[in-house]
């Protein structure tokens, strides 16, 4: 079993849907967790970063922590096809400079 | 420079030649780091430098692979004897000293071994 486990999908949603995206994790240790946008040969970009547990919300975006059901995910309400891209979950333990990813979800906004 | 900036962008070799991958951070980002990202697959850590040592290389696959950061700048991944397995996306990415929001990652450099 992998430290991280993400749906690769692919997902594809109308303009405006709201999209559910999440990924689950074995190690106890997380303690930072990330979203990354990546457009087609490109870098990944971060989105949303979060500590511990919660909800943080940035525009139209929202990442939500479950740490006791080991369980994070992320809202894109209004979904554009500006959004259609990969997005990677990420995470990483207390000395938080070594990123464990996600296999990336694909996900295409159809206009 | 405004972004992180990876050299060259694509880079085509035969099968058992040695290659450099150039990376050049964010200036005063002290920290930089090496990822690979395989055909359908999220990034997965190489090396870690923070200053011109590298403070943790065990994400490299192999003695084939080697990194280095002479002035704490500018660094270099070197993979001697390459095998078609290599080819993958080599991704950079560099961060301020002790920042703990993520950090901004290069376009990379897509390899393929042929």
């Known amino acids: 079993q992998k430290e991280v486990e993400q749906d690769p999908g692919p997902l594809s949603v109308p303009e405006g849907a709201i999209v559910s995206l999440n990924c689950t994790y074995s190690n106890s240790a997380f303690q930072y967790f990330m979203w990354y946008r990546q457009y087609s040969r490109k870098g990944p970009e971060l989105l949303m970063y979060t500590y511990s547990s919660g909800n943080k919300e940035d525009g139209r975006f929202t990442a939500q922590v479950d740490k006791s059901s080991k369980y994070i995910s992320l809202f894109i309400r209004d979904s554009q096809p500006s959004d259609s891209a990969t997005y990677l979950c990420a995470m990483s333990g207390g000395s938080n400079y070594k990123l464990t990813f996600g296999k990336g979800t694909l996900l295409t906004v159809n206009p | 420079g405004a972004g992180v900036s990876q050299t060259p962008s694509n880079k085509v070799t035969e099968k058992g030649k040695y290659v450099e991958l150039r990376c050049d951070p964010i200036?005063?980002?002290?920290?930089l780091y090496w990822y690979r990202q395989s055909l359908g697959q999220g990034p997965e850590f190489l090396i870690y430098?923070?200053?011109?040592?590298?403070?943790?290389d065990s994400g490299l696959p192999n003695d084939r692979f080697f990194a280095v950061r002479p002035e704490g700048s500018v660094s270099t991944l070197k993979i001697q004897r390459t095998e078609r397995g290599d080819s993958a996306v080599y991704l950079c990415?560099?961060?301020?000293?002790?920042?703990?929001?993520?950090?901004?990652f290069g376009s990379g450099t897509r390899l393929t071994v042929v």
């Open positions: 990415a560099s961060s301020r000293p002790g920042a703990r929001d993520g950090y901004t």
């Open positions: 200036s005063g980002h002290t920290a």
């Open positions: 430098f923070q200053g011109t040592g590298a403070a943790d």
